[in-house]
């Protein structure tokens, strides 16, 4: 950050710290043994075993990039606790492993605030610049899943925030650099790669004011980054076999469907309709129907068996993300617009975490920061920021099992959203940001569908658990489905209404 910023930058940064620290000693995922398992085995053997290497069976499944950067870590690691490093060594966890670990993932937290600090410089008033920067530090859901649960998100947002940043000054080759970047750490990130591809292409590569020799050497400058960013990535690993492996891993497709705690998105309604189809059928119409041994109610990551409705496949669910992207292709192909970018990118990844093949619940950080970036242009009021907030941290809470955690992490998300509402609606003028009724119901539904859910969740569940142990899991991700489904719709439809009109005038 330059000199002679806000101090008060400096009380938000110390405050997320203590926050972090004293959260040291807290609950941990699985994902903590995955991110030791990779530094073992990228610290232990040769590049080309790495993505071979398959003792434990949290195998390295993300891009070279990520690889390498478990690799430098390593460095580190190696001078804290050397068994950490052992391969054979699973589920270690000595204090010195869970210290390291924990400070590797706050010292990511430097390029994310970075990041942040670059897109609250976007916003009109240094009064709202600051409160931007500190309800994205501060944001509840990557604080659950980084400083908890243990991810590095915190390095790939930030990475991504400022890929959106350059894009948003013009700097459209830096950002499709960085971008390119993003996508070889994680591939998740292939959620937003249609609205960059359209956009930079008919942005920069096609733009009407270039002519045809400028648009092929643009054209060629960006496919040039692209490709030599990604053979940079992939370089070691350029045999057939390599390749081959490396992308078995990333793209599962065996995982099945839905993930084990189901994704708030479409296939979660889905699901619960086959379950409540082969009640009604066994119940009511007296049919012989039982749920499948591979059912998506078992709590297991595998293919799973629908009861009554057909099966979906990758292919089903890759359809229906090109269908619902269809009249984003078109807006930007018509007459693409920079200052829509983060909007491109919200339904961009909101289209897929609603309809992609296995989603984890932990996708929704995507789209949540490209909402709460998107807060300067005016494009979203106060009720729609923090009703979407409230819920992406709400579906998240089941990554936190344990039940001492219960009451903290409640407080945790209330908390902040209240803050995160109150604050923007003192900071805001009224007339800017004058709420439509769809606002309202929007986030009328947030408190109700909120509030139902903490209740059967720590109210009724106990009394269940002991017959039907992921009820409340399915609570968590069918409720909050329902409002994503309206969250997707209220940004989604000045699309639809622009693909209609564009439709109309074509027919005619």
Known sequence: MPLGFNSKYIDIVVFALSIKLLLIPAYHSTDFEVHRNWL???????????????????????????????????????????????????????????????????????????????????????????????????????????????????????????????????????????????????????????????????????????????????????????????LVSFGPFLSFEQIQQILSRMFPFQRGLVHAYWAPNFWALYCFGDRLLAFFARKVLKMNISLPENSPNRGVVREIDMAVLPNVGSKTCLVLVVLALIPLFVSIWKQPKRK?????????????????????????????????????????????????SLLSGLSLLPLLPAPQEGVIKTVLLISYNLGYYLWYRKLVETKSNEENVTDKLIFHTAIAFTTAILLFDFLVHPFLKEKMEFLNLMFYSVVIALYNGLFFVRWYQSFISEFSQNLTKYIE
């Open 340 to 388: 829509k970018f983060v909007e491109y990118c919200i339904i961009s990844s909101f289209a897929f975490f609603y309809f992609g093949y296995h989603v984890h619940e932990k996708a929704i950080l995507l789209v949540l920061n490209f909402v709460q970036i998107i807060w300067f242009r005016g494009r979203m009021s106060p009720l729609s920021a923090v009703s979407f």
């Open 40 to 230: 073992a085995i990228t610290n232990s053997l040769p590049v080309s075993k790495w993505y071979f290497e398959d003792t434990s069976i949290w195998t390295l499944d993300y891009p070279p990039f990520f690889a390498y950067f478990e690799r430098f870590l390593a460095f580190f690691a190696k001078l804290v606790d050397p068994k950490m490093l052992d391969v054979q060594n699973l589920d270690y966890k000595s204090n010195a492993c869970i210290l390291f670990q924990r400070f590797s993932v706050i010292a990511c937290d430097l390029i994310y605030g970075y990041a942040i600090y670059r897109a609250s410089k976007l916003y009109p008033s240094a009064k709202l610049q600051l409160a931007t920067f500190a309800t994205s530090f501060l944001q509840i859901a990557m604080i659950i899943v980084d400083h908890i649960h243990f991810q590095y998100n915190s390095l790939l947002q930030g990475i991504l925030i400022l890929s959106v940043v350059m894009m948003l000054e013009k700097k459209y080759l830096k950002s499709a650099i960085l971008f390119t970047i993003l996508l070889n750490f994680k591939h998740i990130y292939i959620y937003v790669a249609p609205a960059y591809f359209f956009f930079l292409l008919k942005k920069f590569c096609l733009d009407k004011k270039k002519a045809p020799k400028q648009q092929l050497e643009s054209f060629i400058k960006l496919a040039g980054c692209v490709l030599g960013i990604t």
